[in-house]
């Protein structure tokens, strides 16, 4: 598929990387209903190690099995599939060549919380060549008390995964036990958060929708001094991305916690009125029947592409 004017501009703002991880970028931007349009919509199903798989797949039982979730990613039209290493080694080789994949690299369990989240090292980068992956994906946790650890081990392990020729995902998620619930979402942490995905290397950044609460004090004055708009999701969002070297990064938002489908829907709207890249969403589909999931996912990809590229 000859590469359309936008995919080539956001290549354009990779000059530092090789051709092979252009490829990989491009090959999941000219995947799936969205092809060409510069947006992404790719499904995540990491939850049953993150959550546990009563509380990720009972609702659904078919979602036990890895395999239903490449059908879903393929059957759907996502621009690309991502899993812990267990799931993807599972199906891989039965799909391969189908649909994009991202081997997520690191993974935490709650079967022992802490207040300052430092997730475990469960993939390599030879897992990901191995298996065909087009990414990697790796967690940080900025506002952790081990969130050095983090930084250092995506900085090493993107070098590695750069000069081989996959692209970089990283999922932002601000926690720790000096931030408060509501701040986790605030629109200054998430934002702060995105930044610091982009400044660590990532190609591609997933954070949270954001809300209008603000966390940091300081960075309250700074929203009032320059009278920054956050009144609205798509406000919010536009803020969010042009925290990410101004808009010269894929950023791209979670599907959160399991909604309604006119929630979510109503999210997705505001999210693409701001310029988001895509969605990331995961319990939101695969928890749904296949019909079901299948609908939705194709009603949020068609709310990003007819809403165009305002970044």
């Known amino acids: 598929m000859a590469l359309s004017s936008r995919v080539k501009e956001i290549l354009s703002w990779y000059g530092s990387d090789n051709p092979g991880v252009l490829n990989n970028l491009a090959k999941m931007m000219n995947t799936g209903r969205l092809a060409g349009s510069g947006k992404m919509v790719i499904l995540p199903v990491d939850q049953g190690f993150e959550h546990g798989p009563a509380r990720s797949f009972a609702v659904n039982p078919a979602g036990y099995d890895p395999r239903y979730h490449f059908e879903l990613a393929i059957e759907s039209g996502c621009n690309a599939y991502a899993a812990p290493l267990g799931f993807l080694e599972v199906a891989a080789r039965d799909y391969a060549g189908q649909i994009p994949l991202i081997l997520k690299l690191n993974n935490s369990d709650v079967l ?26 790796f967690t940080i946790y900025p506002g952790s008390a081990q969130r050095n650890e983090m930084y250092q081990q995506i900085r090493e392990l993107s070098l ?6 996959l692209a ?55 929203y009032e001094k320059n009278k920054i708009p956050i009144g609205t999701l798509a406000e919010r969002t536009k803020h969010v991305i042009q ?39 995961g319990r939101n589909a695969f928890q749904r029947p296949k019909a079901e999931a299948i609908k939705l996912l194709n009603t949020v990809q068609d709310i990003f592409k007819s809403a165009g590229n305002v970044n």
């Open 160 to 165: 590695e995964a750069k000069s081989k020729g």
């Open 168 to 222: 970089v995902v990283i999922w932002s998620y601000a926690r720790g036990g000096g931030m408060s619930k509501e701040g986790e979402t605030g629109i200054d942490v998430i934002a702060y958060a995105a930044h610091i995905a982009a400044q660590l290397g990532a190609h591609i950044i997933k954070v949270k929708a954001p809300s209008s609460h603000i966390e940091q004090p300081e960075a309250a004055k700074a």
């Open 243 to 281: 925290s990410c070297f101004n808009g010269r990064r894929i950023v791209i938002f979670s599907g959160g916690a399991t909604k309604s489908d006119a929630e979510v829907l109503e999210e997705v709207k505001g999210l693409a009125a701001g310029g988001a890249f895509g969605s990331i969403m």
């Open 112 to 137: 022992y919380s802490s207040k300052e989240p430092c997730s475990a090292v469960t993939g390599s980068i030879d897992d990901a060549l191995r298996l065909g992956c087009s990414a990697i994906g």
